[in-house]
């Protein structure tokens, strides 16, 4: 079945770090680009960070620029979040998510809704103690 698989959030202590991975299958997420979003209680989704497929060029939210790294494997079709200096503010939801004729580039990945993305990991929980 095609679908997004996603791991690695967990318990951390504020100023830890945690690696989320998103892998897919039944199609290669090398040639898709793919955002990071999350989602605390009571909150909106927010988008976190989102990585090429064309150029690999990455983008980050201000709230985790220089915290937070996406890079990708081809090797193994799978794309990372790597979340340093995690904060209590982090503690969320962690999604990924991709579209097979959207998502070449990440052109206007954190202004679409939900519904306008073709393909969304299951969620994987991050919480950071104070």
């Known amino acids: 079945q095609v679908q997004l698989v996603e791991s690695g959030g967990g318990l951390v202590h504020s100023g830890g770090s945690l690696k989320l991975s998103c892998a897919a299958s039944?199609?290669?997420?090398?040639?898709?680009?793919v955002g990071w979003f999350r989602q605390a209680p009571g909150k909106e989704r927010e988008g976190v960070s989102c990585i090429s497929a064309t150029d690999e060029s990455t983008y980050y939210d201000d709230s985790v620029r220089g915290r937070f790294t996406v890079s990708r494997d081809k090797a193994t079709n799978t794309v990372y979040l790597q979340m340093n200096n995690l904060k209590p503010e982090d503690t969320a939801v962690y999604y990924c998510?991709?579209?097979?004729?959207?998502?070449?580039?990440?052109?206007?990945?954190?202004?679409?809704?939900?519904?306008?993305?073709?393909?969304w990991g299951q969620g994987t929980q991050v919480t950071v103690s104070s």
């Open positions: 998510a991709t579209d097979r004729i959207l998502m070449l580039t990440c052109a206007g990945w954190n202004s679409r809704g939900v519904s306008e993305y073709e393909f």
């Open positions: 039944g199609f290669t997420l090398n040639y898709f680009a």
